[in-house]
């Protein structure tokens, strides 16, 4: 029996998918192409209109290819929108039901699963073997941007237990897994019976046979010197924080119900910079909000050159059912968005290449985790997050090793380098 699954969307979903996965592969399914599939799943995401868009338009394209595997739709628009894809699906999968999939086997593929609350936050789904893996260690937001539906496509937050969350890294490490990448909307209110993120972070540093901890995403409200100071301390968290700015305008952060400023925003950047100097900053921006002038978008140009990110993932504002904001007056015409996202790429990608032109010459601890592009070399990543392809010259460097590695050439989105020996 065959299965072909889709992922769109973040991170979150890129884990959920996996789950679903480990189920299937331990119900004896493999995983093929769409058209020799029995299962075929779309994961599905909702943070703007245009990947919701992009599901339907998917569904009829795989239903096309495959007319006879059974076909369940999962993921964020699953969860919102339940009614309209139980018409066009066999299994309707709510990012809240996830755990219902094990039962599927023993009571047919059919159903709509969806609830109002995370089923089974502690349940320790399966993996798939990868050198760098996601945990998740909550789930949920708590924290409603005017902007945003994951509160209603992941309902409230909740963390899961430290107990959970250390079980399934244990198993992580044990199947040869190096690198984890901790999930959650906003990792640094990890509660639970009183045990903090940074108290989290300490117990997982702790794992032997982990080498590395990263964690997406941290909300600039809830970010501090503490945190700061425990990356540096901690010898396996990597020195790579993402923060999300949106906006650099305070006018539209209060509008976005960010609950920082600006000047706020920057003291945290510089935290995290005293500790760990040579760490790197990545961020998300918003443009043309709603009301956003031009006068609040030269904010965010002036944010961008004055914080000086390695990276950001820039998007065009976009209206989302339940989100606040899309009853908002003075909305941004599609045109304009179109020219400040340019404009935002282009001198994003100015500030990236010099900050990636200062590795050259740099020996990096890189943790190879995949094969690169060209047939003899490998890719990894340096702590700081940068993707690095080393030359594999006589094919004696393996997934799951950690190499120091010299940096001799910048590209655009990458850096290479060749294997320092001394
Ligand atoms: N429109 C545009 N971008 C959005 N994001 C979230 N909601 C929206 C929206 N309605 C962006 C934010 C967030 C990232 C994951 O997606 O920048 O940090
Ligand atoms: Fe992830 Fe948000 Fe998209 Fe859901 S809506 S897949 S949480 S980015």
Redesign the pocket.
């Known amino acids: 029996m065959k299965y072909y699954i889709k992922t769109f969307g973040?991170q979150m979903n890129e884990r959920d998918s996996e789950k679903i996965e480990s189920i299937l592969q331990e119900n004896g399914y493999e995983i093929s192409n769409v058209k020799d599939a029995d299962i075929v799943i779309v994961n599905s995401c909702a943070?703007?209109e245009k990947s919701e868009r992009k599901i339907f338009s998917e569904i009829g394209r795989i239903k096309n290819l495959n007319k006879k595997a059974k076909f369940i739709s999962m993921g964020c628009v699953a969860q919102i929108y339940p009614e309209e894809l139980s018409k066009i699906s066999d299994v309707v999968l709510g990012t809240t039901s996830l755990y219902e999939f094990k039962q599927l086997f023993n009571d047919g593929i059919k159903g709509t699963f969806i609830s109002n609350t995370i089923q089974n936050p502690d349940y320790v789904f399966g993996h798939l073997k990868n050198i760098r893996a996601y945990v998740d260690i909550t789930y949920g937001c708590n924290n409603f941007?005017t902007?945003?539906?994951?509160p209603y496509t992941r309902l409230r937050e909740v963390s899961r237990s430290y107990k959970s969350i250390l079980e399934e890294i244990k198993e992580i490490v044990e199947f040869g897994g190096k690198e984890v990448i901790l999930l959650g909307q906003n990792v640094n209110s990890y509660n639970y019976e009183g045990l903090n993120f940074i108290g989290l972070l300490e117990m997982i540093n702790k794992i032997e046979k982990l080498k590395r901890i990263r964690f997406i995403?941290s909300h600039p409200k809830d970010f501090g010197e503490d945190l700061a100071i425990a990356i540096s301390e901690f010898e396996k968290a990597c020195e790579h924080l993402h923060l999300?700015l949106?906006s650099g305008s305070d006018r539209i952060l209060r509008l976005m119900r960010r609950r920082y400023n600006f000047k706020e925003f920057a003291k945290k950047i510089e935290y995290f910079r005293k500790y760990n100097p040579k760490g790197s900053v990545t961020s998300?921006?918003?443009v043309g909000f709603p009301q956003e002038t031009k006068d609040d978008f030269k904010k965010t140009i002036f944010a961008l050159k004055e914080i000086q990110f390695d990276e950001i993932?820039s998007?065009?504002?976009?209206?989302?059912p339940f989100?606040k904001?899309s009853l908002m007056p003075n909305q941004v015409s599609e045109e304009e968005k179109n020219e400040r996202l340019l404009m935002v790429q282009e001198i994003q990608s100015k500030i990236s290449k010099q900050i990636n032109n200062r590795y050259f010459g740099n020996i990096e601890e890189v943790l190879l985790d995949s094969k690169a592009k060209l047939a003899n070399q490998m890719q990894g990543r340096t702590r700081t997050n940068k993707i690095v392809n080393i030359d594999n010259v006589d094919f004696t460097l393996k997934e799951g090793d950690i190499v120091f590695a010299k940096i001799k050439k910048i590209n655009k989105h990458s850096l290479n380098g060749e294997i320092c020996t001394n």
């Open positions: 973040c943070v703007r941007c902007y945003c539906v994951v995403t999300p949106q998300d921006i918003i993932y998007f065009k504002y976009s209206n989302r989100a904001a």
